[in-house]
């Protein structure tokens, strides 16, 4: 064991024998997290341990302070990117702090890292409100996603996020407490912005500091009034679903004839407000969806029949609209949205009003049944940016072969929130799996086409943005100095 023994003791004596371990199979159980592929970046840790209160997080990070043993945090350790960096380095799981809380009539929540957007959703759909599932999945935690990121297709109308986050409480890489938004003033969690200067913006970051700030043990979130209708659960395992009421949501599929006719659809959706949901649909998703449990000899049989089914630059649009408040609004939504369609010249097709997705699950990882290596490159801007992003990594998919999936020209998925204002691009790419090589070099590829071109991308490479973005690395390195005067907060 490399941790000092009376630091390993100290732990001990902070949450207990039972709740920290040095086990080499339980630390080599920690190393990976659950959808990263194993590399020698990540290292075993010297010890886990699962605090049960923010005092207790407190305290192990005095500790790993006074012993300068390098620290790393996981909520629900779904990320690709929690690891432990560092050799001997404590591995803080929060999912012991679960607690939740609901203020129904200020309509918004209070969290525990602990908490899954599962556990939070069903508690909350049984009293007519919901909060967001990123499109991650309903087992990422609300509050690690709530600051890291935050997006799921609902963003369309509900945004990133940085709208739904409150009063935070935030242990500081040296274990200091900050205290922001109304509960610096008053143990109140509703209000996130001041008083004084809001510094929400040190934390929150579609990828933003990934744990190398300190710990964040409680935030308050905002949640939404839904349907007092009950959503009912139907089928089972990876073929769940849950039935909506008719009289307040209608999904429509739409093909487009050309990209760019889908698109002045999307912008002209927004500008008269309508929808809960609306977003392009890359064939893969269709494939993948549908064959959800039996794993991807299904795959490609499902691509076989149905991937090839939509012609290059055509585009499928999809939208859920929302009669928000009343039934009559749902009328108003779908006399509004066929004029749109109309107007693009599209063919509208009502599919089933259920939800395999947005209210409950989330599939991300359904991308694993494609098999083989899966990365995908992800902007957040306008949605014209977003087109001209995915146009240039189609263009640089061409160069590296071997490609599994066909492109028909749309595999790339345009996701808009806020009615338009901002759009989510996800370009999805698949390799064999002795390939890896092609997709870093496709990645490298395309962020050195955003640095030149002015784009913007997440988890950017700092050698290739940082020069072109006003060296913007040394800065969050000074940053981390003040905060983090020993350097254990989850260091690179
Ligand atoms: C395949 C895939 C698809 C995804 N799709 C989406 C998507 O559609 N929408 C979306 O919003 N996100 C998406 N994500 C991103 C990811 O799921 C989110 O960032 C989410 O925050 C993960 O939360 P977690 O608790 O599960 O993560 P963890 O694995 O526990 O942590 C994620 C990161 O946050 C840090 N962290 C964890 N807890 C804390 C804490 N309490 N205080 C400070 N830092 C902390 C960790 O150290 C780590 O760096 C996707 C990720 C993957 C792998």
Redesign the pocket.
């Known amino acids: 064991m490399s941790i000092p023994r009376e630091a390993y003791q100290t732990l001990q004596s902070i949450v207990g024998p039972e709740w920290v371990s040095d086990d080499p199979a339980i630390c080599e159980a920690d190393r990976y997290?659950?959808?990263s592929s194993p590399s020698d970046e990540q290292r075993r840790p010297g010890c886990s341990i699962e605090p049960a209160s923010t005092e207790e997080v407190q305290a192990i990070v005095k500790v790993a302070n006074r012993y300068k043993i390098p620290y790393?945090?996981?909520?629900?350790?779904?990320?690709?990117?929690?690891y432990a960096r560092k050799d001997d380095s404590i591995l803080i799981d929060?999912k012991r702090m679960n607690e939740i809380e609901i203020d129904e009539k200020n309509l918004y929540a209070i969290v525990g890292?602990g908490v899954a957007f599962s556990a939070l959703q069903a508690d909350l759909l049984k009293r007519g409100l919901i909060t967001f599932v990123?499109?991650?999945?309903g087992?990422?935690?609300v509050?690690?996603?709530t600051?890291?990121?935050?997006?799921?297709p609902i963003g369309w109308r509900y945004g990133l996020?940085y709208q739904r986050l409150l009063g935070v409480e935030?242990v500081l890489p040296d274990g200091e407490m900050l205290k922001m938004g109304s509960l610096s003033m008053s143990d109140d969690y509703f209000w996130g912005e001041g008083p004084g200067p809001d510094l929400r913006g040190l934390l929150r970051g579609c990828?933003?500091?990934?744990?190398r700030?300190?710990?964040?043990?409680k935030i308050g979130v905002k949640i939404f009034p839904f349907v007092s209708e009950e959503l009912e659960p139907m089928g089972w395992a990876f073929h769940s679903f849950m039935k909506l009421p008719p009289n307040r949501f209608k999904w429509y599929n739409i093909r487009f004839y050309s990209r760019e006719d889908a698109i002045n659809a999307m912008f002209e959706i927004g500008r008269s407000e309508i929808g809960l949901v609306v977003m392009t649909v890359p064939p893969i998703f269709r494939s993948v969806a549908r064959t959800r449990g039996v794993g991807c000899g299904g795959f490609w049989e499902a691509w076989k029949e149905n991937g090839p089914k939509i012609k290059p630059n055509q585009e499928d649009l999809r939208v859920l609209l929302y009669g928000i408040g009343s039934d009559k609004r749902l009328e108003y939504e779908e006399k509004v949205l066929l004029d749109i369609v109309k107007d693009f010249g599209g063919s509208p097709r009502e599919a089933p009003c259920r939800d395999e997705t947005n209210f409950m699950a989330?599939d991300?990882?359904c991308?694993n049944v494609v098999g083989g290596r899966f990365s995908?490159e992800v902007s957040y801007e306008s949605i014209n940016q977003a087109v001209r992003y995915s146009r240039v990594v189609n263009e640089i998919t061409e160069k590296y072969k071997p490609r599994i999936l066909e492109d028909y020209g749309t595999t790339n998925w345009v996701c808009p929130y806020e009615l338009g204002y901002i759009a989510k691009m996800e370009c999805l790419r698949m390799s064999s799996v002795e390939n890896r090589d092609a997709l870093d070099k496709w990645h490298d590829d395309v962020h050195k086409f955003c640095a030149t071109g002015g784009g913007s991308t997440i988890f950017p490479e700092d050698e290739i943005f940082g020069p072109v973005w006003g060296n913007y690395p040394e800065k969050e390195a000074k940053i981390r100095a003040l905060f983090d005067p020993n350097h254990v907060s989850?260091p690179q």
Do not use: K
């Open positions: 997290c659950s959808l790393v945090c996981t909520s629900t350790f779904y990320s690709a990117g929690t929060l890292p990123p499109g991650c999945g087992n990422s935690s509050l690690a996603n600051v890291n990121m935050g997006d799921a996020g935030w990828a933003g500091h990934q744990s700030l300190g710990i964040v043990t989330a991300a990882i991308a995908s989850a």
